[in-house]
């Protein structure tokens, strides 16, 4: 599993969406939601179930269904507060988006059990088939562990959010453009002035 940067995808998507649709409050709250699921550790210190059980190491906590029980959870919430009711969906679909990040990016190293991705309709672990991360002989903890995190998935990670910033800064800038180019015509402008004059006369009708 990822150790350092869980919390990376839930802080570059609400960068993109901008404060806006997610205050710095709901950006917070989306990066405990990205590194929550890891909590299933203490389910296995406790003996409640064991490390491959479902409700193990990797198990329920990392499956799509909780991403989605988070999502709604904290929609709902926005929902019944008027200040964020506006936005309440994108909200919901944001912090279901972060609790899923975590999963996505276990699944991409080459190291660990498979997620429950199906869980409550299926326990079954399932892996990737690209596992492209390669963590094999890599401590849990330490400045290696970081280093490869860093490469593998914060510098990517890092260059698509300045893509979609770039992108979203050229739409807002055409947008602005076209608004411009497109803006009201001011009162008055349209209407033929008190002595129209010659030039004025109705079709047909001879200028005098």
């Not at 299933?40 to 179930?49: A, G, I, P, S, T």
């Not at 991705?117 to 892996?127: D, I, Y």
């Not at 400045?143 to 860093?150: D, N, P, Q, S, T």
């Not at 947008?175 to 209407?191: I, S």
Request: proline content about 9%; aromatic content about 12%; glycine content about 10%.
């Amino acid at each position: 599993m990822a150790t350092y940067l869980h919390v990376a995808p839930a802080l570059a998507l609400a960068l993109v969406l901008g404060p806006q649709r997610v205050p710095w409050r709901w950006c917070l709250l989306g990066a405990f939601f990205a590194v929550l699921p890891d909590a299933d550790e203490f389910l296995v210190r406790m003996h409640v179930d064991t490390y491959r059980g479902p409700y193990g190491d990797m198990g329920f906590s990392h499956s799509l269904g909780m991403a989605w029980l988070a999502g709604w959870t904290g929609g709902l919430w926005a929902r019944v507060h008027p200040e964020h009711r506006h936005r309440s969906t994108v909200l919901g679909v944001y912090l279901a988006l972060c609790w899923a990040s975590h999963p996505f990016l276990d699944a991409l190293l080459d190291v660990g059990i498979c997620n429950a991705w199906l869980w409550p309709l299926n326990t079954e672990r399932l892996c990737f088939s690209w596992r492209p991360v390669p963590m094999q002989g890599v401590s849990l903890f330490g400045w290696k562990r970081f280093a490869m995190e860093l490469q593998w998935i914060g510098l990517p990670l890092m260059v698509g959010t300045l893509l979609l910033l770039v992108l979203k800064g050229v739409e807002k800038r055409d947008a602005g453009r076209a608004a411009a180019l497109l803006r009201p015509c001011p009162q008055g402008c349209g209407a033929l002035p008190a002595d129209p004059g010659p030039y004025y006369a109705p079709l047909g009708r001879p200028l005098s």
